[in-house]
Structures are given as structure tokens and as C-alpha cells.
């Protein structure tokens, strides 16, 4: 039994070998939480002996080419440290890799965490990092073009994204406060949607292409998702008087929105939407400009490794 013992510990300790860490860090996340929040995980890193390179990301999109120069380069392991908009460029920069995901969360939503029981403690979740399970997950994607992680939102979700974007201050309420604001004042929209199960028209105030359950930091808007069934949900929420939809509001951010009459639900692989507005749209919580013509969004199943508590 000692011998055993012996061998699964040199074992644990070849592998934590064979694994390259290369973090991209993007220190302008959470406001400036993440530059705060770094030095202290830094020196996590460099009291556990963990080998590992870094690059500090500045500008929108620099991730994507910075995890594929650190699949080039031959790290197995990529460390998003940031929110959600980190998360999904170095997800679309691993796409088609055998690199393994890992986050440390420093943003303002950490909805992919959610989602996944990852800690939102950055110290915790650099425990996981070490000592944590590999996972294959599914992602989506819009358009030919663009992965996500969490989800595509369109209307009033990705007014509220936009606004809090624009905020000096960025965290949980914020998202909750420009909500409440964006339901009294935002304009319903037109949408045909049509998957392998049909086709439907609806004049909506939020549609949602979701592969987790959770965006706009914390809310509920696809309860039934997760991210290993090979599907994304499409969440489209009807039009309601202005002040019925405050009523709904808290409904949508606990996930008990699907009963409501004027609420389409619908599980699928693909789906294509069209509509005669022009929308307002986010992917994982950041801007994202949809085609004027209409658009598609399917599921890439079992699509990346993550590792998760």
C-alpha cells in the first residue's frame, strides 16, 4: 500500500509537471478589479511553485489572438483571468485546440462561474485550478462568426449590458438597477424565429440564445440550459406593459419567468432569426454588432475542456 501510495503521489506530481499555465490577465476587468486582485494571485502562483507564463491584455479582442499564441507557444493549460468578455475571447482562441480552460474570475458578472459552481473567490478559484475535475462543455456560436460561453442576448439584456458598460462603477447591482431602468423605457421589437422545431413570430422585449443558465450577472433567463446537452435554449420574452414589467423583472432573474403566457421557450441545435429593427445585441455580457439580414445560432457540442470544482 505504501508503494501504491508512493507511485499516485509521483504521479499527481508528473502530471502537475507535464501542465504549461499561461494566464492572460486582463487587468482593465471589473473596472480595475482585476489589476487590484492580481498581485495577490501572483503571489499564490509563486508560493505553490507553479510554473507559468503571463500577458496582460488592454484592448477588446486582444485576447483571442494572445490564447492562440499560447497554444503556438505549447501551453496546455489557458488561464482566463478577467469576466466574461475574457472568458469568451480566450474560448474563441482555443477553439478547435486541445488546450484546457481554466478561470480566475475578476470581472463584474462571473456568469460562466456561475454556472459552472467555479468559486467567485479568486484565491478559491486558483484552488480549483490546481486541485480541480476536467469537463468538456458544450459553447455556441452566432453567425459562422463569433463563439460564447454563456450566451447571445438581444433587446433589453443587451441594453442593460451596454449601460453598465458605460458605468465607472461596474458590479451584481448594477446590472439589477440599469435593468429596472431599461424595462420601463425600452421598446419591444419584432422577431421570426425559426428551428428544427418550427417557426414562431413575437414582438419581444429580450431574446435570449443561451448555453448556461445565468448572463447579465446573475439572471435566470434560461433555466433549463446547461452546458453538456448538446443544445442551446432559446429564450424570447414577450412585450408587457410598462409596469407589469417590473412585476416580471424579478420573475426573469430567478429563472420563474417560463409560465408566463407571453414567454417562448424553446430547446434546439440551430436556430435562425430574423427581424425588420435593428438590434441591439451582446455576446457574454460585451457589444456585438449582429448581421442586418437576419442571423443563425447553433450549439458546437462537447466543443472545449474546462476545469471546474
Excluded at 433555466?223 to 408587457?240: E, K, V
Aim: hydrophobic share 45%; proline share 5%.
Amino acid at each position: 500500500m505504501v508503494c501504491l501510495d508512493i507511485m499516485g503521489i509521483a504521479l499527481v506530481a508528473w502530471v502537475m509537471d507535464a501542465r504549461k499555465y499561461f494566464l492572460i490577465v486582463n487587468l482593465i476587468a471589473g473596472r480595475g478589479r482585476c489589476k487590484q486582485l492580481f498581485p495577490k494571485i501572483r503571489q499564490e502562483l509563486d508560493r505553490r511553485k507553479i510554473d507559468y507564463d503571463l500577458h496582460y491584455t488592454n484592448e477588446p479582442m486582444e485576447a483571442v489572438d494572445v490564447a492562440k499564441m499560447g497554444i503556438e507557444a505549447g501551453f496546455t493549460h489557458l488561464v482566463a483571468m478577467g469576466g466574461d468578455g475574457t472568458v469568451n475571447e480566450v474560448v474563441n482562441g482555443m477553439y478547435g485546440s486541445d488546450a484546457v480552460l481554466a478561470v480566475i474570475p475578476a470581472g463584474t458578472g462571473n456568469d460562466f462561474i456561475r454556472s459552472l459552481g467555479i468559486p467567485d473567490d479568486p484565491v478559491g478559484a486558483l484552488d480549483t485550478l490546481i486541485h480541480g475535475k476536467e469537463r468538456t462543455i458544450d459553447i455556441g456560436r452566432v453567425a459562422e462568426d463569433r463563439c460564447f460561453v454563456n450566451g447571445l442576448g438581444v433587446g433589453l439584456d443587451a441594453k442593460v449590458a451596454q449601460t453598465v458598460l458605460q458605468k465607472e462603477r461596474r458590479h451584481a447591482t448594477a446590472y439589477l438597477f440599469a435593468a429596472i431602468k431599461e424595462a420601463l423605457r425600452f421598446p419591444a421589437f419584432p422577431v421570426e424565429i425559426t428551428t428544427e422545431e418550427g417557426s414562431f413570430s413575437l414582438d419581444c422585449v429580450s431574446l435570449g440564445i443561451a448555453n448556461a443558465p445565468y448572463c447579465g450577472g446573475g439572471f435566470k433567463l434560461a433555466p433549463r440550459a446547461t452546458m453538456t446537452d448538446g443544445l442551446i435554449d432559446i429564450a424570447a420574452i414577450g412585450d408587457f406593459p410598462k409596469l407589469e414589467r417590473l412585476i416580471r423583472l424579478p420573475q426573469a432573474r430567478a429563472g420563474k419567468h417560463l409560465g408566463l403566457s407571453r414567454v417562448r421557450y424553446q430547446q434546439t441545435t440551430r436556430a435562425e432569426i430574423t427581424s425588420s429593427s435593428k438590434l441591439v445585441a451582446h455576446i457574454d455580457g460585451e457589444p456585438y454588432r449582429l448581421p442586418r439580414n437576419g442571423f443563425a445560432a447553433e450549439v458546437l457540442p462537447q466543443a472545449i475542456r474546462v476545469i471546474t470544482s
